[in-house]
């Protein structure tokens, strides 16, 4: 009897409370998130007090709706989940794809800057201070050479311009010695014609 008088007692609270609940949820602003329906749906349910312990009362119509739209945002939840997935795995295979033509692009770079710092001599590629240390030598050695010519080419000069001065000179002295030694033999044979001469006499 007085389990009977306290469900009766309960079962009246419950409504009374429903009712007042009621009243008040139509100015509530309706969250629909999971919180909020988990809210409203506590916010709704009766409760009541038995051998000491507290119960909630509540309606199988807006557990079953509350388990769907729980079921139904778990589902979403997953398909958002596949989809954000897929789009990982899509960006990973885009970033790879990304990394391998960005290390080809590298590598390219590396080898056109390597060609473009290097000139082709003598059918290998030589950085361009090697070459130019190459090139300035040969020009300097060259340079040298020349001038060591230009010095044999003027003592050669010299020496021939020697030689013909001192030839002509020669020349001369010869032609004097020849034109002394021809007038001395006329002035022989004159006196010996002479003495020819006065012999016959």
Do not use: C
């Amino acid at each position: 009897m007085k389990n009977l008088s306290i469900v009766l007692f309960t079962l009246v609270l419950s409504l009374t409370f429903g009712y007042a609940q009621e009243n008040t949820e139509e100015n509530v602003v309706e969250d629909n998130s999971i919180k909020g329906q988990f809210e409203t749906l506590i916010r709704k349910s009766g409760n009541y007090r038995a051998q000491g312990k507290r119960y909630e009362v509540v309606r199988v119509l807006e557990l079953e709706a509350l388990q769907n739209n729980v079921l139904d945002s778990i589902k979403n939840a997953n398909s958002t989940i596949s989809s954000l997935r897929a789009t990982i795995e899509k960006n990973e295979t885009e970033i790879t794809s990304l990394n391998a033509r960005l290390g080809e692009t590298s590598s390219n770079l590396e080898n056109i800057t390597e060609e473009k710092d290097s000139i082709q001599f003598l059918g290998a590629l030589m950085p361009k201070g090697t070459y130019k240390l190459i090139v300035w030598s040969i020009i300097f050695a060259l340079i040298i050479f020349l001038a060591f010519f230009i010095y044999k080419f003027k003592n050669s000069n010299a020496l021939t311009i020697q030689a013909k001065d001192a030839l002509a000179e020669l020349e001369t002295e010869y032609e004097q010695h020849r034109r002394r030694a021809l007038e001395r033999e006329q002035k022989i044979s004159r006196k010996l014609q002479d003495e020819i001469n006065k012999n016959r006499k």
